[in-house]
Structures are given as C-alpha cells and as structure tokens.
C-alpha cells in the first residue's frame, strides 16, 4: 500500500492556498478527505472538485477558533469513517506591520486562529488517535517560527509556539503510536499571504518588496507529504528557508542583522 492510501484526513484551512494544495495531493494518493474551512462555500468547491476527479472527500465549515466546532469537525469525522489517521492542523492568518501599529485585537485574532486553532485539532484528535494506538497531526507553523521575522510580531510569536508544541508533543506521543509533525515553509503562494493584513502600508510595496520567490502551493503540498511519509518532525522548505534556518543555527547574528533590514526596509513604506 502506498503511504496515504485508504486512510482518512482531516485539513483545515483547506479551501485555498496550502490547504487547498494538501486536499487534492491526499485525494490523489488515495486519502478520504475531509475538507474544513470557514469558508463554506470554498470547502464545498474544494470537496465537489475531488469528488469529480474520482476520489472521496466531504465539506465542513468550522471557524478553528471555535473550541466547540472543532471537537465536533473531529467527533462527526470518527463517527462516519470510523478512524482518523491524519489531522493537518493548517488554517491561519498572517500579519505584518511594526509594532507599534499591532493593535490587541490583531494579538487576539492570530493567537485565536493561528495558535489556539492548533490547539483545539490537536486536544480533541490526540486521545482518539491515542486509543486507536496510531495517526499523524501535522500542524502547519512557518520559517517565521524557526527564525526571528522582523515586523511579523503576532504571526511569528504564535508559530514559534505551534513548532514548540509539536515538538513537544511529538516526544510525549512517540511510545504512544502517534507521530506529530511542524511544517515551516519560507514564501508560498497561499492563501495566507494574499489575504495577509498589512498594517499602516502600502500592500503592493509591501509585497513587491518580498525578497524571494514564492513556491507554488502544489509543490508546497507535495513537499509537505514528502516529509510527513518520512515522519520528520520539522518539515522546511523551499531552498531558501532551508538556507536561512541553517544559517540561524550556525550564525545567529547574521540572520538578526537580515532581519534588522527587513525593518527598516518596511519603516521607509510605513505611513507616518
């Protein structure tokens, strides 16, 4: 059998971008999917356009900042398959701007998504995965969670916490048949990042100003089950963020002094 065959996952985020991608990539290995999004309407595309290529996937709208909602997303996925082998823990929201124009309600939006949405896949699929004594969480994080990311304060902080979680987790769940994985990609055409919130600049400066290339989001996804076959616990690409958190570990101060110019180069678009 080849690896995802057969076996039942669960995305969310999974209407555009990455999750969108992982969707299509699970359904063409063989994967039941389960497509959840608050975005209704685009999980229903998502699930209509797998079911057309042959393959078997279902729609859930569920906002992974509601603890409730994705207990149920969990819940209603045992009860109708019958198991649950992978929980791809991909929704998110990003963010960029100084500080000093980070509001607490942006704090609280991507702590409530980014973070505590992890969170919730995580608790309410860890016991079951437990009991049946195997499945994989694979919890989307970013490069901005191995690396310092200049005028990404909220987005990085909680994807440092999603990368410390799943590595923790992953050394508690080991003897218990449960493997947990971090995905850290660099620039990824994605959904994220067209929807990101830009604050107090301009959004086409902004973006213009990204140094590297963006990733195409199917290549994303092919990387992302590459490595969660392989069970590795960090899972970075493409080249370039391998290269910079390479660099972070073997020269701390350099990649501090790159991120040092990523703020001044985003102080001279931010609007006074």
């Known amino acids: 059998m080849q690896p995802f065959e057969s076996t039942v996952a669960v995305v969310t985020g999974g209407a555009s971008g ?5 969707c299509q990539a699970l359904a063409a290995r063989g994967a039941r999917i389960v497509v959840a999004d608050v975005n209704a309407q685009g999980a229903d595309e998502v699930a209509q356009g797998i079911h057309t290529s042959g393959s078997r996937a279902e729609a859930c709208a569920v906002d992974v900042a509601d603890r409730a909602a994705v207990e149920r997303l969990i819940h209603d996925t045992l009860a109708r398959q019958g198991r649950l082998d992978y ?3 991909n929704a ?4 960029a701007g100084d500080a000093r124009d ?3 309600d942006c704090w609280q939006r991507a702590l409530d998504v980014n973070l505590w ?5 995580t608790m309410a699929a860890y016991p079951a995965m437990v009991e049946q004594g ?3 969480i694979v919890n989307t994080a970013s490069l901005a969670g191995l690396v310092p990311a200049a005028v990404q304060l909220p987005y990085a902080t909680t994807k440092h916490a999603v990368v410390g979680l799943s590595l923790s987790l992953r050394c508690e769940a080991a003897d218990l048949g449960v493997k947990v994985s971090a995905v850290c990609p660099g620039h990824v055409a994605s959904g994220i990042h067209r929807s990101a919130e830009i604050l107090n600049a301009d959004r086409d400066k902004v973006l213009a100003a990204a140094p590297y290339k963006q990733m195409d989001s199917g290549a994303a996804a092919n990387a992302i089950l590459k490595g969660v076959a392989r ?3 960090i899972i970075v690409f493409p080249g370039h963020a391998r290269v910079l958190w390479a660099l972070y570990r073997a020269s701390p101060t350099l990649i501090i002094s790159l991120a040092k110019q990523t703020a001044r180069g985003f102080r001279r678009l931010r609007k006074s």
């Open 92 to 95: 998110g929201i990003g963010f």
């Open 18 to 22: 990455i999750g969108r991608a992982l």
């Open 102 to 104: 980070v509001s607490l």
């Open 117 to 121: 949405g992890v969170i919730h896949g």
């Open 134 to 136: 195997s499945g994989h």
């Open 87 to 89: 929980l791809f823990n």
């Open 231 to 233: 069970n590795r616990a």
